[in-house]
């Protein structure tokens, strides 16, 4: 894969593997609520083998590829770090065990709002104006979303707010050691800390398989995992963060997508009020970057 996009315009091919990681990550969403929600698999089980599998096969990469990104003097944050995204993928799995993935996915999608709000609460950088009005705007998307105000509305629905807010902590803590720690080192040990976290998690449910369907089923989600952060990372070291943002934007309609085909999900009008609010807020924020970045 990396041979043949060498040979591809950096636009071009970043714009591929970002569509390509899009794809994959909503097949694993998709393959994460069948496990969980249809076959009744504990949902700390799912994250266990999921992560596990895609440990095993990035980490000898990186460790090949950057030998260096074994070393650290962070320790700590590295655990603080990793500690925000434990929780935020038990809560996502989570809610994917009892949310509909679109409603789940356009949920998700909260995360940036949030790491500003944080920005400025915890790292206290300055928050201007236009970026508060991104965020409200970004939260009310959010609030048509769930709509606590219907009879429809679930308690089961605030998971997935959950995963948005402790994986924008996450990358709160990830800008914030960026200055020391390699992108590389970030990786490696979020997945080696990860896996035996998960794993403490998940024994009270047990790890078995429990069938051939369950084992292919988490096989295949810790590969498309790992395939999804390779293609992922490879985007981001080839073309800017802010011409890839539209093509990440794309992982809404394919989550909405498989839904619909195999669970027969088929999203409210009020769902694309709330997902167009949540994105054009989140434009908006990524150009208030990008000046900040040039000015």
């Avoid at 041979?3 to 969403?29: E, Q, W």
């Avoid at 030998?67 to 994917?96: D, N």
């Avoid at 985007?235 to 800017?240: H, K």
Wanted: charged share 10%; proline share 6%.
């Amino acid at each position: 894969m990396t041979r043949i996009f060498t040979k591809t315009r950096p636009a071009t091919a970043g714009a591929f593997l970002m569509i390509f990681a899009g794809l994959l990550f909503a097949l694993v969403n998709t393959i994460v609520q069948w496990g969980t929600m249809k076959m009744g698999l504990p949902p700390t089980r799912v994250a266990f083998w999921q992560y596990l599998i895609a440990t095993l096969w990035l980490v000898p990469w990186i460790v090949l590829k950057s030998p260096e990104a074994l070393r650290t003097a962070a320790l700590p944050k590295h655990l603080l770090r990793v500690g925000c995204a434990v929780i935020g993928v038990q809560l996502w799995v989570t809610g994917l065990a009892y949310v509909p993935i679109w409603q789940a996915i356009a949920l998700i999608m909260l995360s940036p709002f949030f790491v500003t709000v944080l920005a400025g609460l915890w790292l206290g950088e300055h928050v201007s104006a236009h970026r508060w009005v991104a965020v409200v705007t970004g939260f009310i998307g959010g609030m048509i979303i769930l709509a606590p105000w219907s009879d429809a509305f679930t308690p089961h629905a605030l998971y997935p707010v959950g995963a948005a807010i402790f994986w924008g902590l996450t990358s709160l803590m990830t800008k914030q050691m960026s200055s020391t720690e390699s992108p590389a080192t970030l990786t490696l040990y979020l997945l080696l800390l990860l896996t035996p976290i998960n794993a403490g998690l998940a024994l009270e449910t047990g790890l078995g398989f429990e069938g051939i369907t369950a084992g292919v089923l988490l096989v295949g989600a810790g590969l498309c995992t790992a395939i999804a952060q390779y293609a992922l990372a490879r985007a981001y070291s080839i073309t800017d963060a802010a011409y890839l943002q539209p093509f990440d934007h794309l992982k809404l309609p394919f989550n909405i997508g498989l839904g619909l085909v195999v669970f027969g999900y088929a999203p409210p009008g009020s769902l694309w009020l709330g997902a167009a609010l949540i994105v054009g807020a989140s434009f908006a924020l990524l150009r208030q970057e990008a000046r900040l970045q040039t000015a």
